[in-house]
């Protein structure tokens, strides 16, 4: 199953196309105003009921500076005294929440992400975990997957010393590209030593993962210039990497508006920087986990797509799907049971939900048996690259065939490209088909046709 991935470039022309990167299914552009804090409370007390573990995911929205790239949801302030007031509605969100919950729900992933996270200062940082602590049942054992993104230009080694003591042993570093003249056609400066001193103080204090985020696609990139950037990265040694491809949505994202189109790379080229980075971390011992996501052989998740336990959620890929999550912030997502909700992306809208101490639960969505039988197919196509007819069958007492014979030319025309082999019993995804799993699950996306395919970047 884990074979290397295989290159085709003419494969790739063919099936790449906008499509969602299913960190969920449905995905959140599905979601609607009809579901709101009940909703979220009902699923709380089913959770409950079934003491079913947790995640949680905590949104800290705030950056000093403003990277064009950037499609997250955020505010850019250099104002630290903005942190205080959503601090404050943050811990009160955590108690309304913890209030539905039981203390034996164990929190087995935690991760802080945003905005920058190390925004907060460190007596912030060490209140919020102290509030945590106190609502929810974190790991004392550092048996946790306890994560938190960061900002090379905004910690240093006190920071990384802060953040082990609190409890993280993940993190997450933004980097996406080390070239000087690409950064500041981005609008993030950042040396190479900037980088290097926050990955050896975490492997000083003993982080059991780091992860360095990658951006293709930037203006001024060349296939030789993003080459040397893999090259200089893959001396850092992380765990993880992730090479994202840069989707640029001027008309969705206000900050993209400031590069310059002129100097996007051409697609080539972006196909170039794609195969050059493969061939570069694979000859350096990194696999392919799948959605732009790399990882050494030990590493948890290479051995849970091993032993086919990997799974995938508004974090990515995890060993903790089974879990509950809790978004808890501005934007933040949760998925609890069956229910999808998500908190007002607008801070002042938030900040005042909570104030009046309501939850901020402003949309989301019920998944019916058609959603968890979809679902279940892409989760298995998206983690394994490979699919059992049997296990859905058995799962959801349907004949396989039947319920997709829609959909059936589609993969048999698949198999012909080389992109699947759709047998009797199931479907394998080929080397060759690996890059382009999206587009394999995009076959089994129900609302796919009703959706403008321009709100997704592209499969490569």
Partial sequence: MLDAIRWDADLIRRHD???PRYTSYPTAVQFHG????FDLLHALRDSRKARRPLSLYVHVPFCANICYYCACTKVITKDRGRALPYLERLEQEIELISRHLDQRQVVEQLHFGGGTPT??????????MEHIRKHFTLLDDDSGDYGIEIDPR???WSTMGLLRELGFNRVSLGVQDLDPDVQRAINRLQTLEQTRAIIDAAHALQFRSVNIDLIYGLPRQTPESFARTVAEVIALQPDRLSVFNYAHLPERFMPQRRIQENELPSPADKLAMLQGSIEQLTAAG???IGMDHFALPDDELAMAQEDGTLQRNFQGYTTHG??????????AISQVGDLYSQNSSDLANYQQSLGNSQLATQRGLHCNEDDRIRRAVIQALICQFQLSFRDIEERFA?????YFSAIWPQLQQLARDGLIELGEHGIDVRPAGRLL????????????????????????
């Fill in 17 to 19: 196309r906008p499509g």
């Fill in 34 to 37: 009809e579901v709101g804090s």
């Fill in 119 to 128: 925004f907060l200062s460190h007596d912030e940082l060490r209140r919020l």
């Fill in 154 to 156: 905004e910690a240093d």
């Fill in 286 to 288: 990194y696999r392919y």
């Fill in 322 to 331: 089974h879990c509950d999550l809790i978004g808890l912030g501005v934007s």
């Fill in 398 to 402: 349907i004949d396989f065939r039947s």
């Fill in 437 to 460: 799993v999206r587009s394999l699950c995009m076959l089994f996306d129900h609302y796919l046709e009703q959706q403008n395919q321009q709100r997704f970047s592209r499969v490569i």
